[in-house]
Every structure is written in C-alpha cells, then in structure tokens.
C-alpha cells in the first residue's frame, strides 16, 4: 500500500511539473505506458459472464474482420479512396474560410487617401 501510493504521489508530482512545461502529452504517454498497466495488472482476471461475453459474436469483430481483408486484399485502393476523402473533406470545411478580397483602398486609412 505503501509503494502504491508513493509512486501515486510521484505520477501527481511529475504530472504537474511536466504539463507546466508544455509537455502534457509526453507526460500522459508515460502514464499510460507505465502506471495505467500496472493498475491494470492488479487487477483480477475476468471469470464466467465475463470470459462468456468475450467470446460470443458481435457486430463490431465481423465489421473490422471484413475492413481488415479489403485492406489487404487491395491497399492501394483504400489509400486511393483515402485520399479522396480527406482532400474532399479538406475541400469542403476549408473553402469556408477562406476570404478573397483583393481591394487595396481598404487596406489604407482613410486620412491616406487623396
């Protein structure tokens, strides 16, 4: 109990000396890379219900099954069709922004013109 919350105190420590320096997310790399598992492995294993939902069939395996083999079965053409979609996506949301004003009296004061 004592180690535990030692190395608590020293992750809320090191937290909050790093984030200070800009450095949140090299700091939330390192916890979930060292402390997260640790916690993690104190943890008990599963048992019964939970081992029994693990296995049965859901939606979501045979969905990421499918996209998987597409992947592999033809790479360049999901690159391809990635690349569309973000230059469209781009195309879309960032020609929002974008201001085309090319007047040059309106970038002076008034007092400067004659």
């Known amino acids: 109990m004592l180690g535990s919350s030692a190395a608590l105190i020293f992750l809320l420590w ?5 984030t200070k320096r800009g450095c949140g997310i090299l700091s939330a790399l390192l916890i979930e890379m060292t402390f997260t598992p ?6 008990p294993t599963p048992r019964g219900r939970g081992v029994h939902r ?12 499918a996209i998987a083999e597409i992947v592999v079965a033809r790479p360049r053409h999901v690159l ?5 979609l973000v230059a469209v ?8 922004g974008i201001l085309s004003d ?3 009296c309106r970038r002076f004061a008034v007092a400067t013109l004659a």
Not at 14 to 18: A, D, E, G, S, T
Not at 38 to 43: E, I, V
């Open 14 to 18: 090191f937290v909050k000396k790093w």
């Open 38 to 43: 640790a916690c993690r492995a104190m943890l």
């Open 54 to 65: 693990e296995k049965e069939g859901r939606i979501l395996p045979t969905v990421l099954e």
């Open 80 to 84: 391809l069709v990635a690349a569309a």
């Open 89 to 96: 996506t781009l195309g879309a949301t960032g020609s929002k």
């Open 102 to 104: 090319t007047g040059l």
